[in-house]
């Protein structure tokens, strides 16, 4: 009877092994999410385990599952047993092997870690630890099933309980693994015990949580840390399971083995994630049974398919235009990718292909390096490729790069002059074309000059933020008063049509920085255009920003402050009306709408008819004098 009453305690303590039950009727599924990785992004992978109280799940399948992205539905690539995905286990055992172990409780131990790795795939890895007065690995992670059972056949009980060191070491050890899958299940009759341990009860519990590994924590005997276990357990999303004797070990452990055996790996499309951090819902349906569960995808750079660079390779001697094509090894396509050169943007695109022209004398000749920058949703990829110009003679040789301000200003000088001569021929006096010949060549010379952005034609979408996260309140300049909301999806700030936080001041760059909110800060990546490095010497960098802190951009300094959490987002302000004006003043300043092909232009493209001379009210001075009289 008391076996029966044992099996049946250690049934139950199976039960809660796979999370919280969908219900408690017989035949309820559940579901615990293990952990979630974006290591094969754009997708991400999910390892879930499943219970069901009414027997043997059957095999289950992509359609069975359903995953969501922060509330976005997301779709799912495939869902396989562990036991049949390349997804190996690397499970740490970890014994105690202290003097109150001695005997029976140790014996029966060992019979239940046979039993644990007799339930695992043979690719799948099991390393030994032990601790009483010290903590020792006595094997690394190995498939080799005589040399653990050599292993585990040798343990021999002595000393204290160094509980708290030893949870320490194998979060270390665990975490340095590099399995799809990883686990610790630890055992212990006691709680610590001898002061042997370096590692206080607070540290061992934050450096259980940081490992990213779940804790199965054991519990055999009387004289337990029943709270420290089950602490361990629940902050590693682990189980806190309990023997009534040494006997039971060996039906839990074995149980242990075929769930770690029984899991599944879910593969979805994470590409939409609208920032770097994000919730994941994962829901299974067995037969009409259902059973959900959610956790956290965190993203960052290691994550981000590898960039292929081609056109300039390392140490290239560049002497006149090269086509520089950016793509991944994966075929993954960026949302957006950004060539610089020696710290300044140059170019950027947001549709395929991804192709910049890359002409060597825009700088003159020497030492460049090409940075390439491209995003992947949330996180981005980079590659940066050191070379050299040194642009072929022509006609005197290259010319160092003007500001793109310098040669429209040529342009509006050229075109005035065409203006006066027009108006002057207007009144009478047609001027010599060995006066017009000049200017034309001027003119001319200075339009090849001009770089039209490549892609004219495309007309991409302003950038989002995604949910608002803090708010840039400007303390100084003309918008002063005004207040921008930022969120976790980075877009650039500036006074181009697209950004994501645009700033109506002509005197500021088409972009200025990337600004984003990670971690409760602000980050800022500022850009910096080869124009203002060959005046002023200065470069882009990053910046990183905590609420209340203030940046400048041009003559606006910024203040930056975070959303509390749950609070509605500000309604973004709109622009002032403009003043009333006097009727005839209207009718003065009234300009004619831009025809229909004009308008539609992409903002980043120099149109002739924006270099034109500008006139009073749309009024020529021959008009002004008409009306004076």
């Given at each position: ?121 043979p690719q799948d890895r099991v390393a030994v630890m032990e601790f009483g007065d010290e903590v020792r690995l006595l094997q690394d992670y190995t498939a080799d099933r005589a040399a653990l059972a050599v292993t585990i056949d040798g343990l021999v009980a002595a000393g204290n309980t160094a509980l708290y060191q030893a949870t320490a070491d ?393 959303l509390p959490a749950g609070a509605p987002a500000p309604e973004a302000e709109a622009a002032p009306e403009p003043a009333a004006v006097p009727k005839r003043e209207r009718k003065r300043k009234k300009r004619p709408e831009a025809p229909p092909a004009v308008a539609e232009l992409p903002s980043n493209v120099i149109r002739m008819a924006d ?19």
């Open positions: 009877m008391r076996v029966g009453i044992a099996l049946l305690a250690v049934a139950a303590a199976l039960c809660g092994v796979f999370g919280a039950p969908a219900a408690a009727q017989e035949g309820a599924l559940g579901l615990q999410v293990i952990s979630v990785s974006g290591d094969a992004f754009p997708y991400a992978k999910a390892v879930v385990a499943i219970e069901d109280q009414g027997g043997e799940t059957p095999p289950l399948g992509a359609e069975q599952f359903r995953v969501t992205v922060d509330g976005a539905p997301a779709p799912v690539q495939s869902a396989e047993l562990a036991s049949s995905d390349a997804a190996p286990l690397d499970a740490l055992v970890v014994f105690d092997t202290s003097g109150s172990m001695e005997g029976a409780p140790l014996a029966a131990a060992k019979a239940a870690a046979h039993a644990l790795i007799a339930e695992l795939g194998a979060a270390a050890r665990a975490a340095a693994s590099t399995a799809a899958r990883r686990v610790v299940v630890l055992l212990s009759d006691g709680a610590d015990f001898g002061g042997r341990s370096r590692a206080t009860r607070e540290e061992a519990t934050t450096a259980a949580a940081n490992s990213g590994v779940p804790f199965f924590t054991i519990a055999q005997g009387t004289d337990l840390d029943r709270p420290y276990l089950e602490s361990i357990a629940g902050i590693t999303r682990g189980r806190f399971l309990e023997a009534p004797s040494p006997g039971d070990l060996e039906a839990l452990y074995a149980g242990i083995g075929r769930l770690l055996r029984s899991q599944y790996v879910v593969l979805f499309d994470a590409s939409g994630a609208p920032a770097s951090d994000v919730t994941v819902e994962i829901s299974v349906d067995a037969g009409g049974r259902t059973a959900s569960a959610a956790s956290a995808l965190h993203l960052d750079a290691a994550f981000a398919p590898q960039l292929i660079v081609e056109g300039i390779a390392p140490g290239d001697s560049v002497a006149a235009e090269r086509e520089v094509r950016v793509t991944t090894e994966t075929g993954v396509a960026p949302t957006r990718v950004r060539w610089y050169v020696d710290g300044a943007q140059v170019f950027e695109s947001v549709a395929a292909p991804f192709v910049y022209r890359y002409d060597p004398r825009e700088a003159g000749a020497g030492a460049r390096t090409m940075r390439v920058e491209a995003d992947f949703g949330p996180i981005m990829a980079e590659r940066a490729i050191e070379f050299s110009a040194a642009p072929a003679a022509s006609g005197g040789g290259g010319f160092p790069l003007a500001p793109i301000a310098a040669v429209a200003a040529v342009l509006v000088i050229g075109a005035a002059g065409a203006w006066w001569f027009v108006n002057r021929r207007r009144k009478g006096g047609a001027p010599a074309a060995e006066h017009l010949a000049p200017l034309t060549e001027q003119m001319k010379a200075a339009a090849r000059r001009v770089v039209i952005p490549q892609h004219a034609t495309e007309t991409p979408e302003a950038e989002a933020i995604g949910e608002p996260m803090g708010v840039l309140i400007s303390r100084s300049g003309s918008d002063i008063g005004r207040e921008y909301l930022v969120g976790g999806r980075p877009v650039s700030i500036g006074f181009g049509a697209l950004c994501g936080v645009r700033v109506d001041d002509p005197e500021l760059a088409t972009e200025e920085a990337r600004i984003w909110v990670r971690g409760g800060n602000l980050l800022v990546h500022r850009m910096t255009r080869l124009s203002v490095i060959a005046a002023n010497g200065v470069s882009g960098g990053w910046v990183i920003l905590e609420p209340g802190d203030t940046f400048d951009i041009g003559a606006h300094r910024f203040e930056f402050k975070l270099l034109m001379p500008k006139t009073d009210g749309g009024f020529t001075r021959e008009d002004r004098e008409q009306e004076a009289s």
